[in-house]
């Protein structure tokens, strides 16, 4: 399978932007990078995706690099509800039409008044 | 917003017992999947569906069975519960489950197997 490579764990401070990395070497041409975050005792939620194109909603911009074997999601003016572990997975094809989710530990994002 | 409930929110049961964990998406979604995520881990498929009446093995499916019995539906059955099975457990659903379709999640059942 298709992996990824984040830190364990990074700090900020309410109001910061916050630069969140991920490298993926081995990614295939046609795998897509998702970033879902995750709170204590709920479920994963969305946050964004892209293929080559760096990419912007109300949440994130996912910033991909040229060769994409790395990416980084850029949170701006961070809130306190914006702790919470951040995956960034490779949607990966694993046969039939399934088109699942591999999640790994992820990083766990600390943010502080 | 995407909608997918589900049911019991929790649940302690005793091993050897039978467990039936619900899930129902309002989203009008074909796809559902049923992932489990141990502490401290990241979740693993256990189950998919992407029509109703028919389900697929994901990628950890022992002592596992699912049952799609309308596209709504998708339950997670645990013939015979053992403790490792303790853990929490997700279901999510997509729309035509290519590359670009986003899966939702539920809020997760914590079961415990005693």
């Known amino acids: 399978d298709a992996k990824t490579t984040q830190p364990d764990s990074m700090e900020s401070t309410e109001g910061e932007t916050v630069h969140l990395p991920c490298s993926h070497a081995?990614?295939?041409?046609?795998?897509?990078i998702y970033w879902y975050r995750q709170v204590p005792l709920q479920g994963p939620e969305y946050v964004t995706h892209?293929?080559?194109q760096n990419t912007t909603n109300s949440m994130a911009f996912l910033a991909i690099a040229s060769d994409r074997k790395s990416s980084t999601l850029i949170l701006p003016h961070v809130s306190l509800r914006d702790a919470a572990v951040y995956h960034c997975?490779?949607?990966?094809?694993?046969?039939?039409?399934?088109?699942?989710?591999?999640f790994g530990k992820g990083t766990l994002l600390t943010v502080t008044p | 917003e995407a909608a997918v409930t589900q049911s019991p929110r929790s649940k302690v049961a005793v091993t050897g017992g039978k467990v039936t964990l619900s899930c129902h998406q309002t989203?009008?979604?074909?796809?559902m999947y049923w992932y489990r995520q141990d502490t401290g881990h990241g979740l693993r498929l256990i189950h998919y569906?992407?029509?109703?009446?028919?389900?697929e093995k994901g990628d950890i499916p022992d002592g596992y069975k699912a049952s799609r019995p309308s596209q709504e539906n998708f339950s997670l059955i645990l013939e015979l519960a053992s403790l490792s099975q303790t853990a929490v457990y997700f279901c999510?659903?997509?729309?035509?489950?290519?590359?670009?379709?986003?899966?939702?999640f539920g809020p997760g059942t914590r079961l415990l197997v005693l």
């Open positions: 999510a659903s997509s729309g035509l489950g290519g590359q670009q379709d986003t899966q939702y």
């Open positions: 081995t990614i295939s041409g046609n795998e897509y």
């Open positions: 892209g293929l080559q």
């Open positions: 997975i490779l949607r990966v094809f694993s046969g039939g039409s399934n088109y699942k989710l591999t």
């Open positions: 989203n009008n979604h074909d796809y």
């Open positions: 569906s992407y029509v109703a009446d028919s389900t």
